[in-house]
């Protein structure tokens, strides 16, 4: 049994989801995911006008007349979201942590799947694989995979996004759209995401907090780090110290950044205690602007 706060957050976070699909995004990601392709759905006899490369030969073969292969767009979507949980996202210095922003994020979307009827799954992820919902319809499967954001504890802290994307290309037979929420402190994972871009639509949501680029002065304080569970005495009113702390997030965004374009995936950015609906709305409005 999910305890009672658990339960109370999954039922507070669907309703003001609701609210914000219904009224502005629901549109927005209709349009930007119109399905993954044609599928056949009957043969028909040609008529002055079609498209001659649609023509099925063997079958005008066979009858003497000529038929053509008629094909209906397929709507029905896989979306599968890729959430890390490792030790990094149980951090925030606003109203959320990353991993609740995290969390918010894949209720507008999976909302938003069920108005669409689509299919919705989930992986979760720190340096290894910790559990994986196969896609399903319904809202009560939504509600499951908010469930297990809210309440999975993961067995490791670290990160590991090739570990995922890798499970992933070889788990998923079918196109799917995936989304893997991170904030992306790894190395190295630009060629297992590129090569599960090959066959799928992914994107990379990177969710960061404010603090973690510009470190306050609070004078004498004790860091941890929840990935490798160390703990460092600092003086954030040193000068040299906020330098070289400022250098070192530089290089690590640059890493990121950089990682991502040899990705060659899309990417949203989302910064934890601003809108985490302006940048998905920008995106699909970028990715229409693409199709049209």
Not at 27 to 54: C, L, W
Not at 82 to 94: F, K, L, R, T, W
Request: charged share 25%.
């Amino acid at each position: 049994m999910l305890p009672a706060e658990i339960r109370k957050k999954i039922k507070l976070l669907e309703i003001s989801t609701r609210k914000l699909v219904n009224s502005v995004f629901v549109g927005q990601y209709h349009s930007a995911f119109k399905g993954q392709g044609m599928t056949f759905a009957e043969f028909r006899e040609y008529v002055p006008g079609d498209d001659v490369r649609a023509i099925s030969w063997p079958l005008t073969a066979r009858t003497g007349k000529t038929f053509i292969k008629k094909f209906d767009e397929d709507r029905e979507l896989t979306l599968i979201f890729a959430v890390d949980i490792s030790g990094s996202v149980d951090y925030g210095s606003q109203k959320y942590f990353k991993g609740e922003v995290i969390t918010h994020l894949a209720a507008i979307l999976g909302f938003s799947a069920l108005k669409n009827n689509d299919h919705v799954g989930l992986l979760l992820f720190s340096d290894q694989v910790e559990c994986f919902v196969p896609p399903k319809k319904g809202r009560g499967h939504v509600q499951r995979i908010l469930r297990d954001l809210y309440f999975y504890r993961p067995q490791r802290r670290g990160t590991n996004i090739s570990v995922a994307a890798s499970y992933l290309q070889g788990i998923l037979k079918k196109r799917a759209t995936i989304f893997i929420f991170s904030d992306f402190f790894d190395a190295q994972f630009s060629l297992s995401i590129r090569s599960l871009a090959r066959k799928h639509d992914v994107i990379a949501c990177v969710v960061q907090d404010p603090s973690e680029k510009n470190i306050p002065n609070l004078g004498l304080l004790e860091m941890y780090d929840p990935e490798t569970q160390e703990t460092m005495l600092v003086d954030t009113g040193s000068i040299a110290f906020r330098t070289e702390y400022f250098k070192q997030i530089q290089a690590q965004e640059k890493l990121r950044t950089d990682e991502l374009k040899r990705a060659r995936v899309d990417s949203i950015q989302v910064t934890v205690g601003e809108s985490f609906i302006d940048p998905l709305i920008a995106y699909f409005r970028k990715k229409n602007s693409r199709r049209s």
